[in-house]
T-cell receptor, first 112, second 111 residues
Framework: AQSVTQPDIHITVSEGASLELRCNYS??????LFWYVQSPGQGLQLLLK??????LVQGIKGFEAEFKRSQSSFNLRKPSVHWSDAAEYFC??????????FGAGTRLTVKP | SQTIHQWPATLVQPVGSPLSLECTVE??????LYWYRQAAGRGLQLLFY??????ISSEVPQNLSASRPQDRQFILSSKKLLLSDSGFYLC??????????FGPGTRLTVT
């Protein structure tokens, strides 16, 4: 079965600085990859997804992620972080529609 | 557009009491429906999923159960709550694609 590792439990960045959140997956075939964001006490919102094709995918709120098969990674990036980006971020990998596995999440704090 | 509702938003229940959490989806037909539990710092754990009315698959054996009485309604239940049932419960839906869309969640505290 597939699995996801988010190595960073908590990251702090200054407002305006760049951001990269790491995600590594384990799966024998081409995975379906997702990034979600969760504000405190809220549900998860889909930021972006990768199914196939171009390995650099653009999402909402200025986020992008790059699929690197050789590194089994799908890192999330943003060139300039805003205070409103403070939230918890989850990477997920799906083998089919009923078998999506989530990482433990990375909590992002944004310093003014 | 599609929307997903969950209620109640928060719930405090004593140990041994019953539970019923409800999830409804609007704006789509025959969605796949999911119940997840989120414990602090541990990501999301899939509890149940359903591909149609009356069709429930359980991922984790426990004292919770799920039912789908209508196409767009998904209910999570328990006859007797345990302390370990405390957590944040999320309902999600999907259609033919692989992405899932989440509701606002229910915070359950078992005392």
């Amino acid at each position: 079965a597939q699995s996801v590792t988010q190595p960073d439990i908590h990251i702090t960045v200054s407002e305006g600085a760049s951001l990269e959140l790491r995600c590594n997956y384990s799966y024998g075939a081409t995975p379906y990859l997702f990034w979600y964001v969760q504000s405190p006490g809220q549900g998860l919102q889909l930021l972006l997804k990768y199914f196939s094709g171009d390995t650099l995918v653009q999402g909402i709120k200025g986020f992008e992620a790059e699929f690197k098969r050789s590194q089994s990674s799908f890192n999330l990036r943003k060139p300039s972080v805003h205070w409103s980006d403070a939230a918890e971020y989850f990477c997920a990998v799906g083998a089919n529609n009923n078998d999506m596995r989530f990482g433990a999440g990375t909590r992002l704090t944004v310093k003014p | 557009s599609q929307t997903i509702h969950q209620w109640p938003a928060t719930l405090v229940q004593p140990v041994g009491s019953p539970l019923s959490l409800e999830c409804t989806v609007e704006g789509t037909s025959n969605p796949n429906l999911y119940w997840y539990r989120q414990a602090a710092g541990r990501g999301l754990q899939l509890l149940f999923y359903s591909v149609g009315i009356g069709q429930i698959s359980s991922e984790v054996p426990q004292n919770l159960s799920a039912s789908r009485p209508q196409d767009r309604q998904f209910i999570l239940s328990s006859k007797k709550l345990l302390l370990s049932d405390s957590g944040f419960y999320l309902c999600a839906w999907s259609t033919g694609g692989y992405e899932q869309y989440f509701g606002p969640g229910t915070r359950l505290t078992v005392t």
